[in-house]
Nanobody
Framework: QVQLVESGGGLVQAGDSLRLSCAASGRTFNNYVKGWFRQAPGKEREFVAAISWSGSTTNYADSVKGRFTISRDNAKNTVSLQMNRLKPEDTAVYYC????????????????WGQGTRVTVSS
């Protein structure tokens, strides 16, 4: 069974940092694009960041550019999201996802999804 499992969420204060991780099992995703999405309360899920299979190409939402960094470790079949200078508007459930192909910001193009990890940023 293919699984993506996120971890690292929690409650932090504005300005703090948090690192999310996503571990894959059931298959290797080394040649898959990995992405992070988030869904805030009462809002639709939105793109956060994505990284190519090699790690050479990344893409970020404007709202997190310069604060968040996506990275991957293919040897460990993991992808991480380092989140710095967190803001209350970053509060959401964060999901990792995987797709085979080019780096994309389009949610529907991702085939595999985790269950999400909650991040709450207090002001």
């Amino acid at each position: 069974q293919v699984q993506l499992v996120e971890s690292g969420g929690g409650l932090v204060q504005a300005g703090d940092s948090l690192r999310l991780s996503c571990a894959a099992s059931g298959r290797t995703f080394n040649n898959y694009v990995k992405g992070w999405f988030r869904q805030a309360p009462g809002k639709e899920r939105e793109f956060v960041a994505a990284i190519s299979w090699s790690g050479s190409t990344t893409n970020y939402a404007d709202s997190v550019k310069g604060r968040f960094t996506i990275s991957r470790d293919n040897a460990k079949n993991t992808v991480s999201l380092q989140m710095n200078r967190l803001k209350p508007e970053d509060t959401a459930v964060y999901y990792c996802a995987a797709t085979f192909g080019l780096v994309t910001t389009t949610e529907s193009e991702y085939e595999y999804w985790g269950q999400g990890t909650r991040v709450t940023v207090s002001s």
